[in-house]
């Protein structure tokens, strides 16, 4: 978003309509707004009413150009109050979902596009909203359901690519017992071919990109080596292109993430170091080229040019990502045969998970590495 679509000139209009804040949620000083705005995943955009200081729109995920327009319209329309009808059943939706009250959130999401006449504006945001919060729910037949039935109607826009990678994903996720699980993952995964097969114009490419990660995992959940392999390495193909294309370095990196995953489910991690070097040198500052270095030496069984990479990394990491980069390198250590390394590593790991302050604490996180340094004890 910040390499491609907050720096187009066609959002300049919007300068004076918002007061514009970026949180880099890792600093520990942001943690009282985390603790505030609670963030689900990330990149996640707030428009926040100034008067009562909450949130009345959330959008989770990228966006293209014209999707950050419709938002910021949506989000001023929320703040000045809408008259009556749908528009008022999606207000209220939004301000469930930026709540992070995400089966309210729901049922209002439902309602408002039950209600919907045809041509409705919001209706591609409305939609993906409420896949996102069933997804968190776990709610994944009606995710899938849903994303089924709206795929036709947004097939060529922007959203296509979110609808169909977030369906299949749920769709796959589906318990293995119900009948409706195999139509289901059939129709959605072909909608994900048509998304590749002619991608909307203004679709985002890090939403293409995770299109085929989905289609990949459904060969993978088929038992399909050779179709899995295809899908990643058409995959890789899709990204070396537009990182080729990208018209600046800080641009380039915005895929090297993917790039790295699609290269280690190939079994082929050396690919990656000659996008992650240039990464690193580029930017000497940023902790995540040394840190995805790190991973693809661990998966090259490099394992001290593994922990070097991750040295690197922690000197330059902070915030709850520290954590992400500790567990990587006991894993390292766990990979070398050093078991007492690992362990070491889990302890501070540990430490420094239940070190943070409210907001960037996550109790979830801390009894994760417990029970992987029990397993490791």
């Not at 985390?34 to 996640?44: H, Q």
């Not at 993906?128 to 795929?151: N, Y």
């Not at 071919?193 to 490419?205: G, I, S």
């Not at 090297?256 to 170091?273: F, G, K, Q, V």
Request: aromatic residues 8%.
């Amino acid at each position: 978003m910040r390499a491609f679509v907050f720096t187009d000139k066609k959002l300049e209009r919007r300068a004076g309509q918002f007061v514009w804040l970026s949180i880099n949620t890792e600093k520990k000083e942001n943690a009282p707004v985390l603790a505030k705005f609670p963030v689900e995943a990330w990149p996640s955009f707030f428009v926040i009413d100034p008067q009562s200081e909450k949130v009345i729109l959330r959008w989770v995920g990228g966006a293209t150009v014209s999707q950050v327009d419709k938002i910021l319209d949506d989000g001023r329309s929320a703040a000045k109050g809408r008259e009556g009808g749908v528009d008022e059943i999606l207000a209220r939706a939004d301000r469930l979902y930026g709540e992070g009250k995400n089966a309210e959130a729901v049922r209002e999401y439902r309602l408002a596009l039950a209600q919907a006449t045809e041509g409705w504006p919001r209706y591609a945001r409305a939609t993906e909203s409420l896949l996102f919060a069933l997804d968190v729910l776990k709610e994944f037949r009606p995710c899938a359901e849903t994303a089924r039935a709206a795929f036709p109607k947004l097939a060529r826009t922007s959203s296509a690519a979110n609808v169909a990678a977030l369906g299949l994903t749920c769709a796959t996720r589906i318990d293995a017992a119900d009948p409706s699980r195999a139509d289901l993952i059939s129709a959605l995964a072909g909608d994900a071919r048509d998304v590749l097969a002619q991608p909307p114009a203004e679709a985002a490419a890090d939403d293409v990109s995770s299109v085929y990660e989905a289609l990949a995992d459904e060969r993978e959940e088929a038992h399909d080596a050779e179709g899995r392999r295809r899908a990643l390495s058409d995959w890789a193909a899709y990204l070396e292109k537009q990182a080729a294309a990208a018209p600046n370095p800080a641009a380039r990196m915005v895929y090297d993430s993917h790039r790295l995953t699609a290269y280690i489910e190939l079994n082929e991690p050396e690919r990656a170091l000659p996008m992650l070097e240039a990464s690193q040198r580029d930017a000497p500052g940023d902790y995540n080229p040394p840190a995805r270095l790190a991973l693809a030496y661990r998966s090259m069984k490099r394992w001290d040019d593994a922990l070097a990479a991750s040295d690197r990394a922690l000197a330059l990491a902070y915030g709850p990502r520290k954590i992400t980069i500790l567990t990587a390198r006991a894993e390292i250590f766990a990979g070398k045969g050093d078991p007492a390394g690992a362990r070491k590593t889990l302890e501070e790991a540990v430490a420094y998970a239940e070190s943070l302050p409210p907001g960037q604490r996550s109790e979830k996180t801390i009894a994760s590495l417990r029970k992987k340094l029990a397993a490791a004890s």
